[in-house]
């Protein structure tokens, strides 16, 4: 499970900080707990307070990851659940674990770099293109990116900046040799500005795209405009606003944009944004939750709040 974790959970409970005084970066780690004690029971799924965490509804204030972050997929849980209910082990090779038909094709995906591809691979462009260049992954991962595979099936890249919160030009310039294979990049959280982006450009087939916590501005998503691929974009967290998004109506394959915590402000900015981007999710982090007579929880989003 290492993979996923590094993927999602990190950012928030790995060597650089650990929010609730847990960490999931080592066995010895997730085994330990946070200050509320054990967050994984062996074999017993409904006593781990991992999995009850992730299935809590995003907008309760217990929610894992925090709605603001990357949420883990229906593959993703089902894989976690999995492992719990087999004995929770770092020692075992999945291979001698048991595995279900439902989990089979999942945990082959998460092998090749993401149980992301199980489950989405329609994001991805239809289009094939070379086998990534050694030495340019090497020289990536050396700079601290995270580089994974996402597939057998095709030769897409997914780069994760998560472990250099100081990245700059001299690290995004180490993209190009793989620009043609790149289609997911995650620069959350560094120093990353409007300057910077020039390089996205030259990533013809980029479709999703995490600059949460990142310092750029309106400026920078006009350099977006070309990213024909593009599906998902996350800017929590930034100075966008109403005009900045405005740059990216004319990128068709749009449909996830993520905007908590920025300069979108108001209903106008909200009723304006859906006219523009009619087949756009345009996601503020805002929820309101009701409960039903059933007893099941509905979560609507709600508009942006005037500031």
């Known amino acids: 499970m290492a993979p996923l974790l590094q993927e999602k959970c990190i950012s928030c409970h790995g060597s650089s900080k650990q929010k609730g005084k847990l960490r999931l970066d080592a066995p010895e780690f997730i085994d330990k707990g946070g200050k509320n004690g054990a967050i994984v029971i062996a074999g017993k799924v409904a006593d781990s307070e991992l999995m009850n965490r992730l299935l809590l509804?995003?907008?309760?204030?217990?929610?894992?990851?925090?709605?603001e972050k990357n949420q883990l997929s229906e593959a993703e849980i089902k894989l976690l659940h999995w492992w719990i209910e087999s004995g929770a082990q770092y020692d075992k090779k999945v291979k001698e674990l048991p595995q279900s038909a439902e989990i089979q094709p999942l945990l082959a995906a998460l092998q090749n770099g993401s149980a992301e591809a199980a489950v989405t691979?329609?994001?991805w462009p239809e289009v094939k293109v070379g086998v990534p260049d050694a030495k340019a992954v090497q020289a990536l991962s050396a700079a601290g990116a995270v580089v994974l595979p996402l597939g057998q099936d095709n030769n897409f890249l997914s780069v994760n900046f998560i472990n250099v919160p100081?990245?700059?030009?001299?690290?995004?310039?180490l993209l190009t040799p793989l620009?043609?294979?790149?289609?997911?990049?995650r620069l959350s959280g560094t120093a990353i500005g409007d300057k910077e982006l020039n390089a996205l450009v030259e990533l013809p087939h980029l479709t999703k795209l995490f600059l949460d916590g990142s310092k750029i501005s309106d400026a920078g998503l006009q350099k977006l405009q070309s990213a024909k691929y593009l599906n998902?974009?996350?800017?929590v967290n930034t100075k966008v606003s109403k005009a900045g998004l405005m740059h990216l109506k004319n990128i068709k394959s749009l449909r996830e944009v993520y905007v908590f915590q920025t300069g979108i402000k108001g209903e106008q900015d909200w009723q304006e944004l859906k006219r523009l981007l009619p087949k756009v999710t345009i996601d503020t982090g805002g929820y309101v939750v009701k409960t039903?007579?059933?007893?099941?929880?509905?979560?609507?989003?709600?508009?942006p709040k005037a500031q």
Do not use: C, F, R
């Open 232 to 235: 998902y974009l996350n800017l």
């Open 292 to 303: 039903l007579v059933s007893d099941t929880t509905q979560v609507t989003e709600a508009p």
């Open 121 to 123: 691979p329609s994001i």
């Open 57 to 67: 509804p995003k907008s309760d204030e217990h929610h894992m990851p925090p709605k």
């Open 166 to 173: 100081k990245a700059g030009a001299k690290e995004l310039a």
């Open 179 to 185: 620009a043609q294979q790149i289609v997911s990049l």
